[in-house]
């Protein structure tokens, strides 16, 4: 079955430790977007890519760290700059905006990350 | 930059009852979708409108798009216990001033609680 899927689901950092979220997708999506959800709010957008070796910073980047060297994978790296990393990272994927702007994305199940 | 609000943030119902949420973003929007997330869960995609004035329904869930494409909602009829979540509304917009690619903004969100 085609999906994305991230790892791990529970996560938890050290003070001053950086650590990597990873995204998956088998969709064959050209876009792929890493999301932050803190309790009871709306999702911010940290960082989006619309085609591979190329990303732009969201509304939230400060603190985050990103890669897109292939199609399938967008890996996210919170670093120790950020001070409140506590929260649930989503990660999802689309068909690319512009001309396909309409197009759905599709969530992973999310990682939860926390501070020990 | 871009916000997209919604109202209420909470909203309890008896099973029955009818629900509104209610969305509005700051600028003109290309389309708009909305998103349903399960507590625990991640948002999955509902419907989109594209069109000024469109009304769309899904069963008993009906979703409208602003004449000036600003603002939408999503009326259910009679709730049951299964439509239990939050809701999501969310707006494509273009980065062109900073030379980035297409972005979905995401509406804070209603979370709906249904009581037996």
């Known amino acids: 079955d085609g999906g994305i899927t991230q790892s791990p689901k529970y996560l938890f950092r050290k003070e001053g430790q950086n650590v990597t979220l990873s995204c998956e997708q088998n969709?064959?999506?050209?876009?792929m977007y890493w999301y932050r959800q803190d309790p009871g709010q709306g999702l911010r957008l940290i960082y989006y890519?619309?085609?591979?070796?190329?990303?732009q910073k969201g509304d939230i980047a400060e603190g985050y760290s990103v890669s897109r060297e292939k199609k399938e994978s967008f890996p996210l790296t919170v670093t120790s700059a950020q001070k409140n990393p506590t929260a649930f990272y989503l990660c999802a994927s689309s068909i690319p905006g512009g001309s396909y702007s309409n197009q759905p994305q599709h969530f992973g199940d999310g990682t939860r990350l926390s501070i020990l | 930059g871009q916000q997209v609000m919604q109202i209420p943030q909470y909203q309890h119902v008896q099973e029955g009852e009818d629900f509104t949420t209610y969305c509005n973003s700051s600028t003109t929007l290309s389309n708009i979708q909305w998103y349903k997330q399960r507590p625990g869960g991640h948002p999955v995609f509902l419907i989109q409108?594209?069109?000024?004035?469109e009304v769309k329904k899904q069963k008993r869930l009906t979703f409208q798009f602003g004449e000036a494409k600003k603002n939408s909602s999503l009326h259910i009829t009679a709730t049951q216990t299964t439509d239990v979540g939050t809701y999501f509304c969310?707006?494509?917009?273009?980065?062109?001033?900073?030379?980035?690619?297409?972005?979905?903004?995401f509406g804070t969100g209603t979370q709906l609680k249904v009581e037996l």
């Open positions: 969709l064959n999506h050209d876009a």
């Open positions: 969310a707006g494509w917009t273009s980065d062109i001033l900073t030379g980035g690619g297409n972005k979905l903004t």
């Open positions: 409108l594209v069109k000024s004035g």
């Open positions: 890519s619309q085609i591979v070796n190329d990303f």
